[in-house]
């Protein structure tokens, strides 16, 4: 069946570091690929997404390319704040938004 | 637009009991999602509703989890009996087809089973 794997946490940087995470999926055919976060004592939102290969889908300064050719959706940020402290978890799914899949997840701690 | 409602937000009970969880969605959305999250693991999903039919229910352990969303808009979750191992957070989430799947979770009902 369709999987996400999530590099391991938790990621510790200091402030204004650039942030790398990793994750890779394994699904037939072209899911839509998904980046969320959960910040500390609240709910999962989204963070980006992409639908198709080649995709970049970006937000609030982070990104993600969908490579079908390694099957990654990688988060990359290039100047971390405190305030992206957070569990990012990668995600795909289905069209018609069938068989949601998720990550592990990984904890990001910023320092300043 | 009011966010994906659940409640309760917390719940403590005792193995072998029954507990229901209840989900309001987003005005409009036809889809809804049940989630599992586990301390420290990714949501995993239980069921997967469109309006008040089931797309995928393959991960609800059938035994003594069921879920219904009759009129195809708020939804409840029960477990009967729960074990210790039930002892997560709940996830409810929803989305409209036009949103490129982009789902709406709700803030979460954690449980505890003692």
């Known amino acids: 069946g369709d999987s996400v794997t999530q590099m391991e946490g938790p990621v510790t940087l200091s402030e204004e570091a650039f942030l790398t995470i990793n994750c890779t999926y394994t699904?037939?055919?072209?899911?839509?690929l998904f980046w969320y976060v959960q910040y500390p004592g609240e709910g999962l939102q989204l963070l980006l997404k992409?639908?198709?290969?080649?995709d970049k889908g970006s937000n609030k300064g982070f990104e993600a390319t969908y490579r079908k050719e390694t099957t990654s959706f990688h988060l990359e940020k290039g100047s971390v704040q405190v305030s992206d402290s957070a569990v990012y978890f990668c995600?795909?799914?289905?069209?018609?938004?069938?068989?949601?899949?998720f990550g592990p997840g990984t904890r990001l701690s910023v320092l300043p | 637009e009011a966010g994906v409602a659940q409640s309760p937000r917390y719940k403590i009970i005792e193995k072998r009991q029954s507990v229901a969880f209840w989900c309001n969605p987003i005005?409009?959305?036809?889809?809804l999602y049940w989630y599992q999250q586990i301390l420290g693991q990714g949501p995993k999903l239980l069921i997967q509703?469109?309006?008040?039919?089931?797309?995928?229910d393959s991960q609800l352990p059938k035994d003594r989890f069921s879920a219904e969303r009759l009129k195809g808009v708020d939804s409840t979750l029960k477990i009967q009996p729960a074990k210790l191992e039930d002892s997560a957070v709940y996830l409810c989430?929803?989305?409209?087809?036009?949103?490129?799947?982009?789902?709406?979770f709700g803030p979460g009902t954690r449980l505890t089973v003692t």
């Open positions: 995600a795909l799914t289905r069209p018609r938004g069938q068989n949601f899949v």
């Open positions: 699904a037939t055919g072209y899911p839509s």
């Open positions: 992409a639908t198709k290969a080649d």
């Open positions: 005005s409009g959305h036809a889809t």
């Open positions: 509703f469109q309006n008040n039919g089931v797309v995928d």
């Open positions: 989430a929803s989305f409209s087809s036009g949103s490129a799947y982009e789902q709406y």
